[in-house]
């Protein structure tokens, strides 16, 4: 038995009593879907707090932000002055090949008049505009100047741009470290409860799924989010320094652009929702298929498994299709309005410069403006299903970290020295407070006493044990440890003094020697060699090719049913608790192994206080103590010959059960 927090995370058997209630099964396949699942996939995101809690998280890089703020901005400034300068040059260019074609001698003036007096009165006026000198040409040297300022300008426009996403890529991917670990620390303090009511593949996809889709999001999103932001700033500044009027009627796009995209943001929103639920359900539905596969076969229930797998891919297909389509509308009806703000921007331009309002240069760096300026809403709008999906996961990912969480822990202390005295005092308990399972439950065990529960499935037998290791919490009374309150000491303290093997093993991948030294950290070779002694293990250990360092696949699949469940019980042996505790731990031994593993357990239980859960008559006959249990209650106790002299409940079940099992022997 491993002293660390995760070791035991869910104890479950064919007797245990039934958690949290579940909803009902979708199909003959299906293993059932907790009601947080259901929950999520109803419940309608609040976008708004759950984008401001997701840009808190990113508060601890607050510095880093500012250094990439600033490098945005000045990247930003170098960029939008950039069609200026481009402007400028177009202007010697275009006021070198109108002066070419002047007659030399005259001043502008002249010319003008001379066009006026011609009937040339519109050309005049395009001329009064322009800064040319009749008779000279394009102007190199000046050409040059503004070329070389306009490429310095974007080429520190680039570096600086390179260097703010690498910095904001830094602080996005260390924001998302922490979000994971955040969400493992939150899982180690979530208690039983919780999982219990939760399909295994439904929160492997918060944890992975969802919380790689928040990665993403913020890496795709913030920094084109920022220079958009900024370069709609420095872009609308420099417009209302060449032509206010043009300004004005590129910023009208703006509100017809928001209307549009918060009209279809909404709709889309919630198809993201139902996106990533369906995705949620089918990684459970996966999971439960990949897990059960050869259960699945032996009833031949593949072809329900692939309807119920069909139904809910079709649910992702559909959500996903319409969240998609719906969101990705945005970006092409913002270059329609866009696009047709460019159209009145080159006729207007066109005739300011037709009557010597404007240069030439101010209208071509003006388009270049309006493309910019619809660039960044164009961009923003198509950031919308992004931000939208990773709001949506970023949600699902604080369900888990806003999930109740198990009560505080205390800072009692035990005893040095470990009895093994418990007692159950007035206990209540219950899963749901609708369904009372335990009611004023009192018992007790003395200092090396092995305690067998019998009782029929539902009766509250693992249920016990389970409290006594503070896998629930009590609704009432108390249970003592050496006459110290269970409740009042650390939850780590309570378990590294008992320990425990479930009826379902479960082993890690690794090799058999550390599945051994996991209940034992630091443990020694010969203390590993010892254990697996004493549980029988050593002997089919060495009739495998590696021994003690032969690894244990995925699924425990190189080692049989009885072989996992010796690991388990010298995992246990090499823990050496205080107080034993064992749940159907020989149910998938066979017979004549059952004789030597219950040897070896007499062996560990001596000295210590053991509770016994199990059917079979060589571990109940033995026992100090029988407790009979029925509907949460104890309702007779005492050794094996007196509850037959009794008979009473344990009279009956030993007539059905081992009677019968005796007379098979």
Partial sequence: MSRREPLITKPDSPEKEPAAPKRPRQGPARMGHGPMAQNVAEKAINFGPSLRRLMGMLRPERMLFAVVVAMGTVAVVASVVGPKILGKATDVIFNGVIGRQLPAGMTKEQVIEMLRAGGQGQLADMLGGLNVVPGQGIDFSLLGRWLLLALGLYVASALLGFLQNFLLNRAVQRTVYRMRDEVRAKLDRLPLRYFDAQPRGELLSRITNDMDNVSQTLQQTLGQLLNSVLTLIGVTIMMFTVSPLLAWLTLAIVPLAGVVSVIIGKRAQKQFVGMWAATGELNGEVEEAYSGHALVKVFGRQREVSQVFDQTNQKLFNSAF????????????????????????????????????????????????????????????????????????????????????????????????????????????????????????????????????????????????????????????????????IASVPRATLRSKLGMVLQETWLFGGTIRENIAYGKPGATRDEVIAAATAAHVDAFVHQLPDGYETLINEEGTNVSAGEKQLITIARAFIADPE???????????????????????????????????????????????????????????????????????????????????????
């Avoid at 859960?613 to 100090?624: M, P």
């Fill in 322 to 485: 319409r969240a998609q389509f719906i969101s990705g509308i945005i970006m092409p009806v913002n270059s329609l309005i866009g696009n047709l703000n460019y159209v009145v921007i080159a006729v207007v331009g066109g005739l300011q410069v037709a009557n010597g309002r404007m240069p030439l240069g101010n209208v071509q760096a003006f388009i270049q403006y309006s493309r910019m300026f619809t660039q960044p809403i164009t961009q923003i709008a198509s950031m919308a299903n992004l931000l939208q999906s990773g709001v949506a996961s970023a949600e699902r990912v604080f369900e888990v970290l806003d999930a109740v969480e198990m009560s505080p822990e205390a800072d009692g202390q035990l005893p040095e020295v470990i009895e093994g005295h418990v007692e159950f005092r007035d206990v209540d308990f219950s899963y749901t407070p609708e369904r009372p399972l335990i009611a004023g439950l009192d018992m007790e065990a003395e200092p090396g006493q092995t305690i067998a529960i019998v009782g029929p499935t539902g009766a509250g037998k693992t249920t016990l044990v389970n409290l006594l290791e503070r896998f629930y919490e009590i609704d009432g009374g108390q249970i003592l440890l050496d006459g110290v309150d």
């Fill in 579 to 665: 107080v034993l505790i064992l749940d159907e731990a020989t149910s998938s031994v066979d017979t004549r192994t059952e004789v030597l593993v219950q040897q070896a357990m007499a062996r560990l239980r001596s000295g210590r206080t053991s509770f016994v859960i199990a059917h079979r008559l060589s571990t109940i006959r033995d026992a100090d103590l029988i407790l009979v249990m029925a509907e949460g209650a104890i309702v007779e106790q005492g050794s094996h010959d007196e509850l037959i002299k009794a008979r009473g409940a344990y009279y009956d079940l030993y007539q059905s059960q081992f009677a019968a099992a005796l007379n098979g022997e």
